[in-house]
């Protein structure tokens, strides 16, 4: 089983940058598809990033698309989110989150009811 770690959450005006990283911890890590999640208060949990088992083939929600870029360092165990041009609507507790059903496949989903080892989340407000 791999367990997964969020961190890089914080305060960030807006229109700047920020990076949150996602440390993994088991041997399987660069086995499957890994996603970024987030969740505002009062919102569903809704899809932000997604990246294959390689890093070769990412995906993005619309509203990040061409300001954040989802990358990993399976020598690391370690998964990224380079936050661009952020807005006051970025502001959510930010998740990591593992597909298990994508082992060593290009493919993947990007429905959150169908990952695990669910990080515990860290916070970004961005200030308007």
């Known amino acids: 089983q791999v367990q997964l770690v969020e961190s890089g959450g914080g305060l960030v005006p807006a229109g700047g940058s920020h990076r949150l990283s996602c440390a993994a911890s088991g041997r399987t890590f660069d086995a499957y598809a890994m996603g970024w999640f987030r969740q505002a208060p009062g919102k569903e949990r809704e899809f932000v990033a997604a990246?294959?088992?390689?890093?070769?083939?990412?995906r993005y929600a619309e509203f990040v698309k061409g300001r954040f870029t989802i990358s990993r360092d399976n020598a690391k165990n370690t998964m990224y989110l380079q936050m661009n041009s952020l807005e006051p609507e970025d502001t959510a507790v930010y998740y990591c989150?593992?597909?298990?059903?994508?082992?060593?496949?290009?493919?993947?989903?990007?429905?959150?009811?169908?990952?695990?080892?669910w990080g515990q989340g860290t916070q970004l407000t961005v200030s308007s």
């Open positions: 989150a593992r597909d298990p059903t994508s082992l060593y496949s290009d493919y993947y989903t990007i429905d959150p009811h169908r990952y695990d080892c």
């Open positions: 990246i294959n088992w390689s890093g070769g083939r990412t």
